[in-house]
């Protein structure tokens, strides 16, 4: 099949890339063969149900070269119409089900497959290798990437129970190539270590998205507690729950009021990302969910995807600590952490910890 021959070669590539040449005495960029047959080409900006002929047939085709399988009958039905919108799930395009000009760029260029290797380790797809971008907007993600997509790639396979996959690092090396076979063979699926569009899908299926505003259990009504201490620190009860201050801003009540409902739930890996109301929740998880009662978060987000968030440095009432490995914030003065619980159990705690190797972010007017 032209796709598996397609996956080979791009296999063959990344083994070239983890060896360096011999000859090679600086970083520099050399082409590589192109893939096995020409790009089929689309004539129009758009396609869907109903429409047959040659354009449909590219597209099908398009779709087999990067990973989603569909027949190429040259007519656009049900089954053409499924597998574009599992390309634009994975590619995060809105979901539905037509090939509009966006959809048949981003497949256009996710079929093209490497088309430069880096001898320094970079592999290019038509777009900067090292740039930040969500997984599923550049595609495939294989071995020499960097960025904010490798690191989620990495989240999303230690999340699917692959507990050999590197700690997110946002570096696609031997150790993700490995994590990404076993779950290909997992899935049944041509088993090579490239992270296509197919892949992609597979992989955020299994995990499941992020929850979302409006989800069940969504903290973000915000709770205003109705009991409050005196000052500006919050106090921690013998319980473990927090008890704001009365001169603290209402947002910051509402962050405690949401962190008392979680605060002696177990740790979870994964936890709190797939869905707010969750039996545990992990470091990342637990913050992200104490930011949502007060509305200062939309979904869950991974301790790195922290790293930008509202301002840097210190905040007056809100102050988060963040790494590629761990994360946790104060608030009116403790700490809420899912490491170093006390004896009640909580994540709140009344000790402070080193802040060293930590990004300090805080949000924006707090």
Not at 66 to 71: L, N, Q
Not at 72 to 100: C, N, P
Not at 209 to 233: I, Y
């Amino acid at each position: 099949m032209i796709y598996n021959k397609r996956k080979q070669l791009i296999a063959t590539v990344l083994v070239a890339m983890l060896v360096p040449a011999a000859s090679a005495t600086a970083a520099t960029t050399q082409p590589v063969a192109s893939a096995p047959t020409a790009l089929p080409k689309i004539q129009t900006k758009t396609l869907r149900v109903g429409a047959t002929g040659a354009n449909v047939t590219a597209l099908q085709q398009l779709l087999g070269r990067v990973g989603i399988a569909v027949p190429v009958t040259g007519t656009y039905a049900a089954e053409t119409t499924k597998a574009v919108k599992k390309f634009q799930f994975a590619a995060q395009i809105a979901v539905s089900g037509v090939a509009s000009s966006g959809t048949i760029k981003a497949l256009v260029l996710s079929a093209r497959g490497p088309r430069s290797v880096d001898r320094s380790g970079g592999a290019n797809f038509g777009s900067d290798p090292s740039v930040t971008k969500r997984l599923g907007k550049r595609l495939p993600v294989v071995a020499g990437m960097s960025g904010l997509d490798v690191r989620e790639l990495q989240t999303y396979l230690r999340r699917a129970g692959d507990k050999r996959a590197p700690v997110p690092s946002g570096e696609f090396g031997p150790m993700t190539v490995a994590a990404v076979k076993r779950f290909e063979a997992k899935q049944k699926r041509p088993v090579d270590g490239v992270a296509d569009a197919g892949d992609v899908y597979e992989l955020r299926i299994e995990v499941g998205q992020d929850a979302s505003p409006g989800g069940s259990g969504d903290p973000a009504a915000g709770d205003v507690p109705t009991s409050l201490v005196p000052g500006n620190k919050a106090r921690v009860t013998k319980s473990g729950l927090a008890i704001a201050p009365e001169n603290a801003p209402i947002a910051v009540q509402k962050i405690i009021a949401a962190g008392n409902k979680i605060a002696r739930k177990p740790y979870l890996w994964g936890g709190g990302h797939g869905r707010w109301e969750d039996s545990g929740y992990d470091c990342s998880g637990s913050v992200s969910y104490a930011l949502r009662g007060a509305n200062l978060m939309k979904s869950p987000a991974p301790s790195y995807g922290f790293y930008g968030y509202g301002e840097a440095g210190k905040g007056e009432w809100v102050t988060i600590y963040t790494n590629a490995g761990h994360m946790y914030m104060t608030v009116a003065g403790i700490r809420f952490d899912t490491s170093g619980r006390g004896n009640s159990g909580s994540r709140w705690q009344t000790e402070m910890r080193s802040s060293s190797g930590f990004k300090i972010r805080h949000p924006k007017g707090l």
